[in-house]
């Protein structure tokens, strides 16, 4: 299995998510940083570290094909 790190879209959730599990990302910090530059290179080193060290296992998905995830790859 090849996860990868996908923008999800959905009513109830918009942001990045595992394509392999119902994994998504919810920062846990506030932004931190003295500029946007540095907010967005605090945002992605832990969205990177969170995916990365997330277990498949503990975010099954639900069988029910009405509850999968439209995904888009982004680039």
């Known amino acids: ?3 990868e790190l996908v923008w999800l879209k959905r009513p109830d959730f918009q942001g990045w998510g595992c394509s392999e599990c119902a994994w998504l990302f919810d920062p846990s910090d506030a932004l931190e940083g003295n500029t946007i530059h540095d907010m967005k290179e605090n945002y992605e080193r832990q969205r990177d570290h969170d995916f990365a060290f997330h277990s498949c ?3 099954r998905r639900s069988k029910d ?6 995904t888009d790859k982004h680039s």
């Open 65 to 70: 094909p009405k509850a999968r995830l439209a």
């Open 1 to 3: 299995m090849r996860r």
């Open 57 to 59: 296992t503990d975010f």
